[in-house]
């Protein structure tokens, strides 16, 4: 499973942008999907994950404002991010897992064992 993370920038508060991350060499409709962030001197933190099925499961803090999908035929999920803030600002990661979990035990990075390289979303005054 090769994962490749799209769309970062630099954006200004109250801003959206929507992140994508294309994935291969599997069979991308069976695997479970994240989006976590990790800003500086901080730890890595989950932001969504969508399962096969398309349920999805938000980090509270966030819910309202970012949206996560995933196009099967397409291999990609997508994070769509609205009414930016600066506290956004970090590196945004997606990851994928084969092991079919409850949403609920998907939160942790630990819970994914394929990770992309991170894409850098800067929100700015």
């Known amino acids: 499973v090769q994962l490749q993370a799209s769309g970062g920038g630099l954006v200004q508060v109250g801003g959206s942008r929507r992140l994508s991350c294309v994935q291969s060499g599997h069979t991308f409709s069976t695997l479970r999907m994240g989006w976590f962030r990790q800003a500086p001197g901080k730890e890595r933190e989950f932001v969504a994950t969508i399962a096969w099925s398309g349920d999805t499961l938000y980090a509270d803090s966030l819910k309202g404002r970012f949206t996560i999908s995933r196009d099967n035929p397409e291999n990609t999920v997508y994070l769509q991010m609205n009414s930016l803030k600066h506290e956004d600002t970090a590196v945004y990661y997606c990851?994928?897992?084969?092991?079919?979990?409850?949403?609920?035990?998907?939160?942790?990075?630990?819970?994914?064992?394929?990770w992309g390289q991170g894409t850098q979303v800067t929100v700015s005054s």
């Open positions: 990851a994928a897992d084969l092991e079919s979990l409850p949403l609920r035990m998907s939160v942790t990075p630990s819970s994914y064992a394929y």
